[in-house]
């Protein structure tokens, strides 16, 4: 038999230390109180001196369930490093190494703070990272201890949390602005919405070059933004005429250059954007990037995407999704900052500057409502 005394504050503190050491058939023996600190006897505090003991077999039977995890996992690990494994598969390897470290976890303690269960219900709901929920709850336990949902204060707190996970900037734009990303995350749109801020808002000289030439609906769309903007565009077809044309707009303060969209999953387009970069050498390179996207895509996105090296990221369609994690997200992936998010289709009304305050507390009152909502329902 393993005996144990636990100095503590109170019973429920013994409890979870004993949960946690002895494990869950574990029994006390005794409880007594006792005094310490102080001088001479003044200024003594009084504790709980708790005794505990288990039997050793149920502690080797834990340790053998935990043992047993454990090799399940560097079992699937040996298995996929003898095959090519792609981002999306190690992001699923990663996911179960965090759930198993979850399930040890639980063995242990079944006395995980409600607040926390919440917060990472919330969190999941809006597609954080996984390891990013992890290390904001971790923050909230070593700055406040816990958090209250009922009290009016917690969508403060939570954005205070929120704000070093987000990572934002807004710098002067000029010279060669292109536009890298997927299909179907608005760059087009997006690209004008910014030329027609440039233009009307920050009265620049303002041109816009084309080479998505794949899509004739796309190079449509644009003409038709740019002459309703008196906006000159050109387009290339190939990276001699792009030369060509950037050369004609050097004396413009601003040339947004659409692209057209490719996937992250295949390689020789990606390879193609690369090298159209290279040519065109600009000085501003912003992925844009969906929100209605999953955080396994995105991660994958970022990562593909980073052989051009961009130096911002844009969130488009902010307003066809209910999860908002990405604004957590992108900075765990992708050492670019957030430039623009945007929130609808109207040119140019439908785009913010990205400011990481603002998108906090705009996270923080969605992370809260979610909670409250939810447990409405419970």
Request: aromatic share 8%.
């Amino acid at each position: 038999m393993i005996v144990k005394k636990y100095v503590v504050k109170d019973i429920k503190e013994a409890l979870e230390k004993i949960k946690i050491e002895l494990g869950k058939d574990a029994v006390i023996l005794g409880t007594r109180k006792i005094k310490k600190g102080g001088f001479l006897g003044i200024g003594a505090k009084t504790f709980l001196e708790v005794t505990a003991a288990v039997e050793e077999k149920e502690v080797e039977k834990q340790k053998q369930n935990e043992n047993k995890q454990i090799y399940q996992l560097q079992e699937l690990l040996s298995k996929n490093s003898k095959t090519t494994t792609s981002s999306s598969e190690l992001s699923e390897i990663k996911k179960m190494m965090y759930e198993l470290k979850t399930m040890v976890s639980s063995q242990k303690s079944d006395n995980e703070p409600e607040w926390s269960k919440d917060l990472r219900k919330s969190l999941s709901f809006h597609d954080v990272n996984f390891e990013i929920i992890e290390k904001i709850i971790e923050y909230i336990k070593i700055k406040y201890g816990s958090i209250d949902f009922n009290d009016e204060n917690s969508r403060f707190v939570l954005s205070e949390v929120f704000l070093p996970f987000i990572k934002t900037e807004v710098p002067d734009l000029t010279g060669k602005v292109m536009f890298v990303g997927p299909t179907g995350v608005g760059k087009t749109t997006t690209l004008a919405k910014l030329a027609a801020k440039m233009s009307i808002n920050n009265h620049k000289k303002v041109g816009i070059l084309t080479l998505d030439t794949y899509r004739i609906a796309a190079t449509e769309q644009l003409k038709t933004y740019a002459t309703l903007m008196d906006i000159p565009m050109r387009v290339a077809y190939t990276p001699k005429e792009a030369k060509i044309e950037l050369e004609a707009m050097a004396d413009f303060d601003l040339v947004f250059i659409d692209t057209a969209g490719r996937s992250q999953k295949n390689d020789l387009q990606m390879n193609e954007i690369k090298a159209m970069s290279e040519i065109i050498n600009p000085d501003f390179i912003f992925l844009v990037v969906g929100m209605q996207y999953r955080s396994n895509d995105v991660e994958l996105i970022t990562k593909k995407f980073s052989s051009v090296s961009p130096t911002h990221v844009i969130l488009t369609k902010m307003d066809e999704t209910s999860s908002l994690g990405h604004f957590l997200n992108i900075g765990h992936y992708i050492n670019s900052p957030i430039i623009f998010v945007t929130n609808g289709q109207r040119v140019p009304d439908d785009i913010m500057e990205a400011n990481n305050k603002e998108l906090s507390i705009i996270l923080s009152r969605e992370v809260l409502n979610y909670v409250k909502s939810s447990k409405q329902f419970d």
